[in-house]
Each structure stands twice: as C-alpha cells, then as structure tokens.
C-alpha cells in the first residue's frame, strides 16, 4: 500500500491527538515543509500514561504496536527506511552494516529496517535475560516504562563487527544502524552509542527513526557527540518535527490520567466467564532453524530460508478463519517480526481485512473518544514468567474494533498456563470477537548453551499418540502412532516422476509418497495363498524374536516399531506377549527416514513417558542394514536408548536380536497399506513438518474394502499354541549362540554393485521384502532371484510380469532374491518401462 492510499484512508476523519491537544496544549509542528504539520498527524496520534518522567505518549499510526494497521504499511515503513539508509551508505558498506533495533516497540521496525537493507544482520535489544547467553552490552532508555535493555547476540562477532568468527575482519569497523520508533530527546540512542563505543569502537553509526522529534535545543546534542568520540553519526527519519509542551504538562497530564483511571473499572484485568469460545490452535509450521526475531541475531542467512515459506504459513492461518472478513493479526510485545510477516503474507492470501498490531508492557490511558489515539485496552497478566515478575500486561484498540477473528501470535515460552487462564490473554479477546486463533513460533535457543539452559527452555507440549480407529484400522490398543495425521494432504506422485526426482536428486524419497497399489485379483489370490503357507512360519518367528526380547532386553519392554513395516510385526509381538504370558506391552509406531534419521520429537515423547532403557525399536526385517546404521548413528544424541533393532526377519545378518536368519516370503511385505492398518509410509517434508511436530502419515480410510490387515494377524496368532515348542527350544539354542552380526548382505550388495555397475548401493535392495517394495514402489531394472527359490517367489514373479522386469536366476546368492532400481533413470530410459502395476 503506498503512503499516499494510507494518508487518504485517514483523510476526513477527526485528529487522534485531538483530545490531549485540547486538554493540555500539547501541539505537533511540523519541519516547515509544505504539508508537514498534516504529515506529522498522519503519522502519530497523542495518549496520555502514567510515567514520572512524560505523561503524553506519541502513539504511532504505521508501527503496529497500539494501532491497528494493514501490515503491509507497517513493514513498508521500515522498509523503505532500510532502502534510504542503503542509499545514503552505498551498497559496499551497506554489505558490512549490522542493524541493531529497540526493545520492545521497534523489533519490529528494525528488522523491516534490514530487510530493507538486504544484506545487513540484524540484533534486537531484549528484556528477556537467557541463561547461558553472554551479554554483550547493555544500556538505559531514560522515558521508557522498562528502562533496561540487554544485547545477546548469538554470534560474539556480531557486534564487534562481523557475523562470523572468519568474518571478523572483512566486517572490521563495520557501520552500526540503530533503529528506534522515535528520535525525541536522543538519550536513548546516545546511552546506546557510548556503550557500544566503548566495547566495540567504530567509525560510522547511522540513526533511523519514523519521526525525528527533537527540540531545537537538542539538535546540537548529536554532532557534538559525534566529534566527542570521533565517530560519523547521520540520522535517516521518515518525518521530523517537534512536540511543543505548555509548562506544567506533566503534572496536569499526571491529574488526568489519576482522574479518569478513578472514574470507574473500565479496561482493568477481570476474569471473563468460562463460557467464552475455545481457542483454536493453527500449526503455522515454522521453519527449522529458523530463529523467532532478532533476540539473539537473524542474518541474511536466515531471511532466505524464511520468505520462501510465508505463503504456505499464510495459507494455513487462512484456512482456519473461515468466513472471517475482518482480521487482526497480534503479535506479543518484542516478538513483532513473525507476525508482522505473517500478516503481510496473509494480506497477499486473502480478501479479508488484515490488520497488525501487538501486545506491550506498556500502560496507557484508554478513552472511547475518536480524538483519543487508545480508545479500548485489554488487560491480562504477563505469561512469558518475565525475569522482573508478574505484572499486567496490555492489548490496546481491539476491543470494540470488530475484527472478526483475532490471530494471536506468541512464541513457545509465551505459550504458558497464564496466557490460557480464565483472566489471560486469550480469555480476555474472546470477549470482543468470534474466533481466536493461536500461532505459536518456536522459541529461538542459541547453540552452544549448556545442556540444563536447552532443558528449561522446554519446547511446546506434544499431543498424544493418535490410534484406531480415528487414525489406521488396528485397534486402539494394539498400537499408537507417534505420527500426524496427513490425510487430506495430496503427496501421491507417479512412479516415474518420483523416481527421476529421486535420483536426480531433486527430492528426497520421503518428500512424497507413491500412488497406492491397487492389487490385482490374481495378486491377493496369491496373497492369501502365501499367507496360509508361511502364517506358521511366521508365527514362530514372532514367538522366537519376542522371547528373546523378554529374556534380555527387558522384562516388561516398551515396543516401538519402525513405520510401517514395522508395525505389524509390533503389533505381533504385543499379541505373543500377552498370550503366553499375560504381559500386556505397549507399543507405539515412529518414522524414521533413510538420510534424515529418526523422528526426534517422538523420542522426546517416549522419554518423557516411559524409561528410554525399556524400549525396544521392532523392524520387519533387514536388507543390507541401512535402517540399523541409521538408527544408530541417529540415537547417538539421545541418552537411554538401545540402538539394537528386533526383527522378525535378519537375511542381511545385521542385528543380533531376530526371529530368523532365512530370507523367506513374510506375507506383509507383499502388499502396502492394506495390510499395515491402512496407514501410508512415512513423510518428512519441511513445509508439511516443523520442527516440534511429529513425522506424518495418511490413513487410507477409503481403502477399507480391501483392508487385510487384522486378517492377516489373526491369521498369524491362529498359530501361536502349535509353534510354542518349537520356540522355546530355538529361543534356548538362540541364547546361547554368537548372534554377532556378520553383516555378510551388505558385503553381498557391494559386489552386486560392482558387478552391475551401480554407482549407488541404496538402488540394490535385497531380500523378498525389499524386492517386493521395488516392484511397488520404485522403477525396477531387473530382479536377481537365488537358483530354485520355489514358492517364496512366486509373487516377485507376478509383478515382474506385470511390469516388464526381467528375472535373472543367479547362483551364490546369500538372498532368495534382490531387486535392482533402474541405476539411471530418467522416464526416456530404457530397461524397466515404469508402467504402474496392472489392475484386472
């Protein structure tokens, strides 16, 4: 919006600086240009405080704190200040400048002052002490309602004058802008200055304000002071000019306030009753890494991972306000930056009426008269646990503003048992508008603090796990899945497309999920006649893994399978516990993804329920044990858990606690979601998954018809008396033996590879279960099978078949088969033709 359509969408309507003008006398003058008293009214209104130092408050209209304004004007303000200031410094030190803003009113302005600079780092000063982080100055802003400001800048560099310890001296003596709503006396900034000056001397510093309000008789202050420490200071300000102030203003500004706060109880803190509407919580999905604002440093780094996914956190707001015409996004005191660019993203989703302004510390008068610049306050207490203790805080000019819907925006610490009490925050705008939303943005910790500062800093709450049958076609407690639910979300992509990505390396394999195979009448025939051969076989199996997992893991262990494959054979282990011996186990379902490593916010999950040491990760088998090292190296950085996987199958040798060594059909690896509760394979996309959410999944409820999955467990356990024998005395000689990994498929693999001339070991997939996801799932070039494999194979031969893949017959295999992916797969390529899987 340009500053022309704002000035007119305020043109013809009574001065918000009217009533204090009129009462006290107080007048704003312009700089003597044409039009600078009206520009100077457009800019600011007048309140009144009670403040020892200044009664009158200048209350901006295009910062977004007290105000509601389109957030498009609010960050056009501080950006087209940011370009001014890249003018006046030339694009060679505007590449070096570091942009510090002021807590709590200009976080906001200063960050839009740097992205308005484009290459410049910016620090945001903070009443937020965090432990741990070393502060790197601090100073006094003398009128302010809480004086002391902090610096804690992540990088110690960042002031001193680079943004990374081999940066250091190309950002030597970088210029300092230091970014404030207001330039009235200059104390503020010259307390900053010479305390900075003194630690981290530099030659250039440049001042920006939206209005530059000095007297005359403070104009002189800043080029002496300059000269005094032998430094340049310039001063870029939207509008200038001054406040003329009667004599005696303070103290009749002091009776007014006093008089009207007694006239009755409007705008003070009350409970509201519990009827009001529940709040609704949208999961913006932040990105990781990401850092709230500019607490402890936000570099150009960082402004590029942001601005690519504003539009999508602006569309799942959108989503959640329904048929809201009239919107106020609000930020929470120096957290501006965030939904300030939420806002603007919104703006740019929506047809709705989008407004911005956030909550403060400060107290301000509030009348309910059009010539008064705070016409409503909310009051409700602090719910950040401020380092100076509780106390009220403040929501100005939304109440009786009819918005629509009120999207609060906090981040993480903010996010607290106060903020959702009956008198806080969101209590407290359930009053005054249809829908509240809250989004919440992750709590920025810097790296490097010691362990104890990560654990106070104790991230959002996790849900609980989701189950049968609102998520998967299992039964509630046969397993709860540590997932969310991604259902109504379109990931399916062609084979060949994901295929060619894949390899490409244009997407990860987790990025997106194929298009669910749809079988064949011939191919659940064979299903089902494969399940009734091997159901006995793999009743043992189950039986023998689990009683080795109960004779040396743990006595009452905690299973918690690999999704999916996983899974059923989980849910397998819980049913063979709790039939022989009574033992009801739990047993939930994580992701873990090749490359990516293992959900860690389900980990956080299930340390915070059960012992780490009790839990034991169940897979359905082992190709070349990629899976195992992964899950290795990821439970590296958590403390308690046991990195060794149980599976009922180990052909690859790579684990020691197994049901079986042979590599045999396990009927569950023939199909996909049909006979895993109808949940897909995992996903783990950034814009899908943030960072305090768990992996995703959908649950294909429309796939219900031909749902196999509890037939092919009750087939299974059908089995469980016959084989009990058979696994005790297998369970004993197990005990007893070198179970040590041999690892001998993944020497296997390396040779077909070579032998092949396949570049990358993850295209070769041994073993009946990996082979049959090829068929699935991928491209497949051809397919090895072990010289008379008989009936095991006969289901990798019929989607060979009806995919055009050749079979190869091959001696010395330690597997009964292995399936290649085409090693170089584009769609014009030639080898597998990448035609989905007939259905007749």
């Known amino acids: 919006m340009s500053e022309h359509a704002a000035r007119k969408e305020t043109a013809n309507v009574v001065w918000s600086g009217s009533w204090v003008a009129e009462r006290l006398g107080v007048e704003l003058v312009g700089d003597g240009k044409p039009d600078g008293d009206r520009e100077l009214r457009d800019l600011l209104g007048l309140a009144l405080r009670r403040n020892p130092k200044r009664a009158h408050l200048l209350v901006s209209n295009v910062l977004g704190k007290h105000v509601p304004q389109k957030p498009s004007v609010v960050y056009g303000a501080g950006f087209e200040l940011g370009r001014r200031v890249r003018e006046l410094l030339g694009d060679a030190e505007a590449h070096r400048a570091v942009v510090l803003g002021y807590a709590e009113t200009a976080t906001g302005l200063g960050h839009a002052v740097a992205d308005g600079l484009g290459v410049a780092p910016y620090l945001h000063s903070t009443r937020r002490p965090v432990e741990g982080v070393e502060r790197a100055g601090g100073f006094e802003e003398s009128h302010s309602h809480a004086t002391s400001h902090l610096l804690l800048p992540e990088d110690p560099n960042l002031l001193a004058g680079g943004c990374g310890p081999t940066d250091a001296d190309a950002y030597a003596d970088a210029p300092l802008v230091l970014v404030d709503d207001e330039f009235s006396t200059g104390n503020t900034v010259l307390n900053t200055i010479r305390a900075l000056h003194e630690r981290y001397p530099r030659s250039r510093y440049v001042v920006v304000a939206l209005v530059d309000m000095r007297s005359s008789a403070d104009h002189g202050r800043l080029t002496e002071f300059a000269a005094e420490i032998g430094a340049r200071v310039d001063l870029v300000a939207r509008s200038s000019g001054t406040v003329a102030l009667p004599e005696g203003v303070l103290e009749k500004g002091q009776a007014l306030v006093a008089a009207h706060e007694g006239a009755g109880s409007a705008g003070r803190r009350a409970a509201v009753d519990q009827g009001h509407r529940p ?34 956190m602006a569309a799942r707001i959108a989503a959640s306000l329904g048929d809201a015409r009239r919107v106020l996004i609000l930020g929470f005191e120096e957290l501006m930056y965030a939904p300030l660019r939420l806002g603007t993203a919104l703006e740019d989703h929506t047809d709705a009426e989008v407004r911005y302004s956030t909550t403060t510390r400060s107290p301000v008068l509030a009348v309910d008269d059009p010539g008064y610049a705070i016409r409503s306050r909310l009051v409700f207490p602090a719910h950040d646990n401020p380092a100076d203790g509780p106390g009220d805080r403040y929501a100005y000019n939304v109440a ?33 508008t249809d829908h509240v ?37 299992y039964a509630p407690d046969e ?30 394999y987790a990025e997106s999920l194929p298009v669910e ?50 899974t059923p054979v989980g849910v397998l282990m819980r049913r063979w516990a709790r039939h022989r011996h009574g033992l009801d186990l739990p047993h939930y379902a994580v992701s873990i993804v090749r490359g990516r490593g293992i959900d860690a916010n389900a980990l956080r999950w299930l340390a915070a329920h059960h012992d780490p040491a009790d839990v034991v990760f169940v897979d359905g088998w082992t190709g070349k044990g990629a899976i195992t090292r992964e899950l290795s190296a990821a ?18 040798g790579c684990v020691r606690t197994y049901g079986t060594r042979e590599d045999f059909l396990i009927p569950s690896a023939c199909l996909n979601s049909t006979v895993s509760g109808l949940i897909s394979r995992t996903v783990l996309r950034s814009d899908l998954v943030g960072p305090d959410d768990f992996h ?25 008396d016959e084989v009990v024998d058979a696994v005790d005395a297998e369970v004993k000689e197990l005990l007893a033996a070198d179970r040590a990994p041999t690892w001998e498929g993944w020497a296997a693999v390396e040779r077909i590879s070579e032998e092949y001339g396949i570049d990358d070991v993850n295209l070769v997939k041994p073993g009946v279960g990996e082979t049959t996801r090829v068929l699935l799932r991928r491209v497949p070039w051809k397919i090895l099978a072990k010289r008379g494999a008989g009936a095991d194979l006969e289901h990798i031969r019929l989607l060979a078949e009806q995919r055009g893949v050749p079979v190869e017959e091959v001696d010395e295999l330690p597997y009964t088969c292995v399936g290649l992916i085409h090693p170089k797969y584009t769609r014009g390529a030639t ?10």
Request: with cysteine.
């Open 696 to 720: 995703g999944a959908k649950f294909y409820r429309e796939l219900a018809d031909t749902d196999v999955s509890g037939h092919f467990l009750d087939t299974v356990a059908d089995h469980f």
């Open 279 to 312: 709040c609704t919580r949208v999961d913006i999905q932040w990105p990781a890494g990401v850092p709230d604002g500019g607490r402890h440093g936000f570099t150009p780094a960082h402004r590029a991972a942001l601005e690519p996914v504003l539009p999508a």
């Open 479 to 508: 397993v709860g899945w540590l997932l969310q639910d991604l259902s109504d979300t379109e990931l399916e992509a062609p084979t060949e497309e994901r295929e060619e990505a894949i390899q490409s390396g244009g997407a990860h």
């Open 400 to 432: 009786g503003a009819g918005f629509d819907a009120v999207v609060v925006t906090v981040d993480s610490t903010a996010d607290t048992p106060e903020l959702h009490a009956p008198d806080g925050l969101l209590a407290q705008l359930s009053a005054h």
């Open 517 to 566: 195979y749809q079988p064949s009448a011939q191919y659940q025939s064979l299903f089902k006649a494969a399940l009734d051969l091997s159901a006995a076989r793999v009743a043992r199996a189950v039986g023998t893994v689990t009683e080795t997992v109960l004779a040396e893991r743990a006595p009452r262990p905690v299973l918690v399978s690999l999704a999916r494959a996983g």
């Open 437 to 473: 939303l809250l989004a919440v943005v992750p709590s920025y910790v810097p790296s490097g603090l010691p362990s104890y500062v990560s654990e106070r800093q104790e991230p959002p709450m996790l849900p609980e796990p989701l189950r049968g049958p609102a998520f998967s076609s």
């Open 635 to 652: 439970l590296a950085e958590f403390d308690g858990f046991n990195p060794e996987i149980a599976v009922l199958a180990d052909p690859g």
């Open 831 to 840: 080898g597998a033709d990448g035609k989905a899987v007939e259905s007749k």
